[in-house]
């Protein structure tokens, strides 16, 4: 397996890998309706965009995308002191276990690190129980601040976890 910056031709497998998870993890959590509408061309699109300006890198092996992670080393006036945040971090659901969330956050880390940041910060959906026991196992703090998430209308309460680096 070979971490590495996202290339243009990743981007339809980064997409299928966002949509099955989304549908599959986040069952129970986010409404069904939206779930069943993910539409893969606006979010091949979308991605598209952010191949451009975003910081994103891949899990793959053999030519085959098992995760990806899109982060940020840039972000200011965060209360909790955060100089950089994961955006989004995935495994396919198929490959859950395999270390490779583990090895991307390392991966991200390092980079962090490289460039003079102190505090990471990764915030992901309350009800997700199975993303924080994750994130808590790789070292994360949770914090007190309350953010949520909105799409088409419905928020969700979303965690953040501290990570010094």
Same mark, same amino acid.
């Given at each position: 397996?070979?971490?590495? +910056?996202?290339?243009?031709?990743?981007? &339809?497998?980064?997409?299928?890998?966002? @949509?099955?998870d989304w549908k599959i993890m986040y069952r129970g959590i986010i409404d069904d309706n939206i779930l069943k509408n993910l539409d893969?061309?606006?979010?091949?699109?979308?991605?598209?965009?952010?191949?451009?300006?975003?910081? @994103?890198?891949?899990?793959?092996?053999?030519?085959t995308v098992l995760g990806f992670c899109w982060y940020d080393d840039n972000i200011e006036n965060e209360k909790n002191g955060a100089?950089? *945040?994961?955006?989004?971090?995935?495994?396919?659901?198929?490959?859950?276990?395999?270390?490779?969330?583990?090895?991307?956050? &390392?991966?991200?880390? +390092? *980079?962090?690190?490289?460039?003079?940041?102190?505090?990471? @910060?990764?915030?992901?959906?309350?009800?997700?129980?199975?993303?924080?026991?994750?994130?808590?196992?790789?070292?994360?703090?949770?914090?007190?601040? &309350? +953010?949520?998430?909105?799409?088409?209308?419905? +928020?969700?309460?979303?965690?953040?976890? @501290?990570?010094?680096?």
């Amino acid at each position: 397996m070979l971490i590495r +910056k996202v290339k243009y031709k990743d981007i &339809e497998q980064i997409v299928d890998i966002d @949509i099955k998870d989304w549908k599959i993890m986040y069952r129970g959590i986010i409404d069904d309706n939206i779930l069943k509408n993910l539409d893969r061309n606006k979010k091949i699109e979308k991605y598209k965009k952010r191949y451009e300006t975003e910081k @994103i890198i891949v899990a793959e092996n053999n030519g085959t995308v098992l995760g990806f992670c899109w982060y940020d080393d840039n972000i200011e006036n965060e209360k909790n002191g955060a100089d950089s *945040e994961i955006v989004a971090i995935y495994v396919d659901c198929d490959n859950l276990g395999n270390g490779i969330g583990k090895k991307m956050m &390392e991966y991200v880390m +390092k *980079e962090l690190k490289n460039k003079g940041k102190r505090k990471m @910060i990764l915030w992901c959906l309350e009800e997700n129980e199975n993303a924080r026991k994750f994130y808590e196992k790789m070292g994360g703090k949770l914090v007190n601040d &309350e +953010k949520y998430f909105e799409i088409e209308g419905q +928020k969700y309460k979303e965690v953040g976890y @501290i990570y010094n680096i």
